[in-house]
């Protein structure tokens, strides 16, 4: 990490502040090869963490911006090495001609994430702090950012640790006894560990049963409107958005394709697809509207089956149903209540059945009451949630080698056996801090990143 990186720190779009970024070993000076301090005080000298009026010039010498200059010397920065940040206006054309004459005097163009990858190297972070700065800057939602903010002050890793340090105590307990017999080492009973096991166990399974909440919090939830074609389908998800997000006519099979479209209903973050109406379909096109349909709703988490409630149900309408079956979970909605029925709620499959009105919004505070009831995000958001899967594939199998422990111990096996187990444990642990975790770990979890971050 001897190399110098760089990289615009925000969007490419103009904007009031735009501001570049370097770190490692020599930034200031090679900094101060494009900015000079208007009080005559060399960057390589200016105080830590103070803003310095200057002007930025490009490769030629030219002055193109007046800006302010900020340095951050090791270990006291975010990456743990020198840094410093040029707060410019925020005109793409000034930012791309500072980098350019940054990278001249010999930086590199940072990759996605390097700037936090460097702190998780230099200790500054930890992997769940490290991931949750990405999901801070993706965050959708004030719960969703709450949480991550909760995760980048350490929040998870609070919650770890001490199952970490539980059974590594009890390894190195283990290993002491078996490796000095002769010594007055006072050895664990198997009521003691089955406690350490029960506990730490118990302490695991709480974090696995947030992941479902996280991963709603973090990703929302993703719907799928199912139906024949004029059941109201696309009218309903105007109705839900707010505004004509699909064209809407009389003729049957206007949608051809999936249309999504991310609507709040209530507190919880919905990703509608609304699809082809589900029939026999009347060319290609079509079909593979229908076909997409199909496995739009194999993917969903929930699925909105619509009917048109003034037109008997039929054979299309039972097609419908099927796939909406095919979520884990499914509502039936009863489209055009407004007028007179032909549809009893008793004739749908479906636990849950409202009758509403796309056409004037009657009845719809019914389903976001039946969607916060199933998915609602109440509570705090202090980080403690889990929210992506790398992070619950290596706490399941944490989960599991513990279960193992404690069936070896109660197994009668030897102590080598349930040390495997342990072990097993800890290095599925370690994966979540980044103790144990591999390189090539650690480069997909950057890959998410933006550039300049």
Avoid at 174 to 182: E, N
Avoid at 398 to 411: E, K, N, P, T
Wanted: glycine letters at 8%; a negative charge.
């Amino acid at each position: 990490m001897a190399d110098i990186i760089a990289a615009i720190a925000t969007g490419k779009s103009p904007c009031a502040i735009g501001i570049i970024r370097l770190s490692g070993s020599g930034c200031a000076a090679l900094a101060a090869q494009v900015f000079t301090p208007q009080n005559g005080v060399a960057l390589t000298h200016a105080p830590n963490r103070k803003l310095t009026m200057g002007t930025v010039r490009d490769r030629k010498g030219r002055v193109i911006d007046h800006a302010l200059a900020v340095c951050a010397r090791a270990p006291h920065s975010y990456t743990g090495e020198d840094t410093v940040e040029l707060q410019c206006h925020g005109s793409p054309a000034v930012l791309a001609s500072a980098m350019e004459a940054l990278l001249a005097a010999g930086a590199r163009q940072a990759s996605p994430g390097e700037f936090t990858k460097r702190a998780f190297l230099n200790g500054k972070l930890d992997l769940t702090q490290a991931e949750a700065v990405i999901d801070l800057i993706e965050a959708h939602s004030a719960e969703a950012a709450a949480n991550a903010a909760g995760q980048l002050a350490g929040a998870l890793q609070r919650q770890i640790s001490p199952i970490y340090d539980a059974l590594c105590d009890l390894c190195s307990h283990f290993h002491a006894v078996l490796d000095y017999p002769d010594e007055e080492i006072e050895d664990f009973t198997a009521g003691q560990m089955q406690s350490v096991f029960a506990a730490n166990r118990a302490a695991l399974t709480r974090l696995l049963q947030s992941y479902e909440r996280g991963k709603y919090l973090q990703n929302g939830v993703k719907a799928v409107l199912l139906g024949r074609p004029n059941a109201g389908k696309s009218s309903l998800l105007n109705a839900l958005a707010g505004f004509e997000r699909v064209i809407v006519t009389d003729i049957a099979g206007t949608t051809r394709d999936t249309v999504e479209q991310t609507v709040r209903l209530g507190s919880v973050r919905v990703c509608l697809t609304d699809t082809a109406g589900i029939r026999e379909a009347g060319d290609e096109i079509e079909a593979m509207g229908v076909q997409r349909a199909m496995e739009a709703a194999k993917r969903a988490q929930l699925a909105l089956f619509v009917c048109d409630g003034s037109k008997a149900l039929t054979q299309e309408d039972f097609s419908a149903m099927e796939a909406a079956k095919l979520a884990p979970r499914s509502i039936a909605l009863i489209n055009k209540s407004d007028l007179p029925q032909a549809v009893s709620p008793r004739e749908l499959p479906f636990e849950t059945v409202l009758c509403v009105s796309a056409k004037n919004g009657d009845k719809l505070e019914q389903l976001t009451t039946q969607i916060e009831q199933w998915y609602g995000q109440d509570g705090d958001y202090d980080g403690s949630l889990v929210t992506n899967a790398r992070q619950f594939g290596a706490l399941t199998r944490a989960h599991d080698a513990i279960s193992r422990a404690q069936a070896a111990l109660q197994g009668a096996l030897t102590p080598d056996a349930v040390l495997t187990d342990v072990e097993a444990a800890m290095q599925a642990l370690g994966e979540l801090s980044g103790r144990t975790v591999r390189e090539d770990i650690t480069a997909r979890i950057f890959e998410r990143f933006c550039v300049g971050k």
